[in-house]
């Protein structure tokens, strides 16, 4: 067969234009696709809903490839592994409670299982505001990442959603710039981002569970992104937490969309 170059890039445009249109509307848009991202956006995808992840870096997967300090394992505690059992990412038990999981095997599953299941990812793209209407937040304002490095003055465009996760991890960005838009109307005890706290792994995952919620009307939060707004510890390297915020945060819009 002899190939022919333009027809290479028909096929990657097409593709790609055709999907772009298709996801300006969905029913959930989820900002960040580290493992808390991931896993909302697999469990939403198989209850059969229309689900996009934007992702501002070129790899997917957020800070688990790394493990802790580049050690490329990580930990997870018996809720994670169920969650993890379910991906089939094989787990090594430790001492009672830990299991331990090669990062680079359950990052790679988890993003593999979620495309699978239906959840569209577009990487290298930034959300850089929301859309804010009477009911609350209806969906993103997306640019290129690239536009965004280069600091290029070029508009952004939208992309409407019934519910939108913000799942950026530690910077809460989409929460953020809902807090810089409004003022202090989030739902926290001052209507502003708490802040996170020093790392104690205990108490920031079992805090993790219960700040896995909805911030702003139509904008819920799960990951390391529900801990920095309302204000309880970072945790390192245990991943379970991260698992059952994403599955937490699915089961919250499901229930509500559905
Ligand atoms: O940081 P990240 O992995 O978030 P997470 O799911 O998991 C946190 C853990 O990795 C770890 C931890 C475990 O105890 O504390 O840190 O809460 O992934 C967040 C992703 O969001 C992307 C960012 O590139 C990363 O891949 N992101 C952040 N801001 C934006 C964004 C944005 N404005 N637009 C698009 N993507």
Redesign the pocket.
Same mark, same amino acid.
């Given at each position: 067969m002899k190939l022919d170059d333009i027809k290479i890039s028909r096929a990657i445009v097409e593709g790609y234009m055709e999907e772009l249109l298709d996801y300006l509307d969905m029913d959930v848009a989820i900002?960040?696709?580290? $493992?808390? /991202?991931?896993t909302a956006g697999y469990y939403l995808a198989e209850a059969g809903l229309k689900v996009a992840l934007? !992702?501002?870096?070129l790899?997917? /997967?957020?800070?688990?490839w790394g493990g802790g300090m580049m050690f490329n394992k990580i930990v997870v505690q018996d809720d994670g592994k169920e969650i993890l059992d379910e991906f089939g990412v094989r787990t090594e038990p430790y001492d009672e409670g830990y299991h331990v999981a090669d990062s680079v095997e359950a990052t790679a599953t988890l993003c593999s299982r979620a495309c699978k299941a239906g959840l569209k990812i577009f990487n290298l793209?930034?959300? !850089?505001d929301v859309m804010i209407r009477d009911e609350g937040i209806t969906g993103l304002v997306l640019n290129w990442?690239s536009v965004e490095m280069a600091g290029l003055h070029v508009d952004p465009l939208t992309v409407r959603a019934n519910a939108v996760i913000d799942?950026? /991890?530690?910077?809460c !960005?989409?929460v953020r710039v809902v807090e810089r838009k409004i003022g202090p109307q989030l739902n926290t005890p001052d209507g502003r981002i708490q802040g996170e706290r020093s790392m104690w792994?205990d108490a920031?995952e079992a805090a993790l569970i219960e700040n896995t919620r909805e911030v702003y009307p139509n904008l819920y939060v799960? /990951?390391?992104?529900?801990n920095a707004v309302y204000g309880a510890p970072?945790?390192? $390297?245990?991943?379970g937490?991260?698992l059952v915020?994403?599955k937490r945060v699915a089961d919250m819009i499901i229930e509500r969309l559905k």
């Amino acid at each position: 067969m002899k190939l022919d170059d333009i027809k290479i890039s028909r096929a990657i445009v097409e593709g790609y234009m055709e999907e772009l249109l298709d996801y300006l509307d969905m029913d959930v848009a989820i900002g960040g696709g580290g $493992p808390s /991202g991931l896993t909302a956006g697999y469990y939403l995808a198989e209850a059969g809903l229309k689900v996009a992840l934007f !992702e501002r870096k070129l790899s997917i /997967g957020g800070g688990m490839w790394g493990g802790g300090m580049m050690f490329n394992k990580i930990v997870v505690q018996d809720d994670g592994k169920e969650i993890l059992d379910e991906f089939g990412v094989r787990t090594e038990p430790y001492d009672e409670g830990y299991h331990v999981a090669d990062s680079v095997e359950a990052t790679a599953t988890l993003c593999s299982r979620a495309c699978k299941a239906g959840l569209k990812i577009f990487n290298l793209m930034s959300i !850089e505001d929301v859309m804010i209407r009477d009911e609350g937040i209806t969906g993103l304002v997306l640019n290129w990442s690239s536009v965004e490095m280069a600091g290029l003055h070029v508009d952004p465009l939208t992309v409407r959603a019934n519910a939108v996760i913000d799942a950026t /991890g530690h910077d809460c !960005e989409i929460v953020r710039v809902v807090e810089r838009k409004i003022g202090p109307q989030l739902n926290t005890p001052d209507g502003r981002i708490q802040g996170e706290r020093s790392m104690w792994a205990d108490a920031g995952e079992a805090a993790l569970i219960e700040n896995t919620r909805e911030v702003y009307p139509n904008l819920y939060v799960a /990951g390391m992104a529900s801990n920095a707004v309302y204000g309880a510890p970072r945790m390192g $390297p245990i991943f379970g937490g991260m698992l059952v915020s994403g599955k937490r945060v699915a089961d919250m819009i499901i229930e509500r969309l559905k």
